[in-house]
């Protein structure tokens, strides 16, 4: 079992920056690949980025690459989502995932396959 939980967002201006934080109970953090997804009002859930449990390979939507920076820290049991060159159309619930699986290289951006999941924490871009 993971619990999971998010800090960090807020209200920013449109060409900000936010860092968001998920932080992992448990002594199997390295277990699991994590992943970010947010959900924007009356739009369905979307992937944002997701890291491999060792932190060598990471995956972007393509609407955030270049822009966002997953990254992960196991020793604190944390994965992070630096946003910079924010946009109001990131604006949306951010979630972080976990995912077991001790790939180096596979990571999944489908939700259906994220076995936990945090309460999420709003990110709002302002123009």
């Known amino acids: 079992q993971v619990q999971l939980v998010e800090s960090g967002g807020g209200l920013v201006q449109a060409g900000g920056s936010l860092r968001l934080s998920c932080a992992a109970s448990g002594r199997t953090f390295s277990r699991y690949a994590m992943g970010w997804f947010r959900q924007a009002p009356g739009k369905e859930r979307e992937f944002v980025a997701a890291?491999?449990?060792?932190?060598?390979?990471?995956y972007y939507a393509d609407s955030v690459k270049g822009r966002f920076t997953i990254s992960r820290d196991n020793a604190k049991n944390t994965v992070y989502l630096q946003m910079n060159s924010l946009k109001p159309e990131d604006t949306a619930v951010y979630y972080c995932?976990?995912?077991?699986?001790?790939?180096?290289?596979?990571?999944?951006?489908?939700?259906?396959?994220?076995?936990?999941w945090g309460q999420g924490t709003q990110v709002t871009v302002s123009s």
């Open positions: 995932a976990a995912r077991q699986s001790r790939s180096r290289t596979v990571v999944s951006g489908r939700g259906s396959e994220y076995d936990y």
């Open positions: 890291i491999v449990w060792s932190g060598g390979t990471t």
